[in-house]
């Protein structure tokens, strides 16, 4: 059974840090491209970052580009979304998924989607 489980969110200040991690099961996140996603209340879902399986391939939306990093442990089977240079803009529910591709539309989930971890930038 397939099944991911996002954390590490939480409340920060702007500018500053977080990393949120992904935890895969019932499948190996190496096989597959995989992309965190996000939504805000009243907003719809935004495309962050897509990593193809890989690794040789990276998208960042224009918005968190510079200042976000995806990256994946094997071992762990593990993805993870480091977050610096956090703006009040970035507060939403973080999700990941698995998905069709890395690069324009193809950057859209294809199968299960986790619970979801909340970050709030506010002073």
């Known amino acids: 059974q397939v099944q991911l489980v996002e954390s590490g969110g939480g409340l920060v200040q702007p500018g500053g840090s977080l990393r949120l991690s992904c935890a895969a099961s019932g499948f190996r996140t190496e096989y597959y491209n995989m992309g965190w996603f996000r939504q805000a209340p009243g907003k719809e879902r935004e495309r962050v970052s897509c990593i193809s399986s890989g690794g040789d391939s990276i998208y960042y939306a224009r918005s968190v580009k510079g200042r976000f990093t995806i990256s994946r442990d094997k071992s762990k089977n593990t993805v993870y979304l480091q977050m610096n240079s956090l703006k009040p803009e970035d507060t939403a529910v973080y999700y990941c998924?698995?998905?069709?591709?890395?690069?324009?539309?193809?950057?859209?989930?294809?199968?299960?989607w986790g619970q979801g971890t909340q970050v709030t930038i506010s002073s």
């Open positions: 998924a698995q998905t069709l591709g890395v690069y324009g539309s193809l950057c859209d989930p294809s199968g299960s």
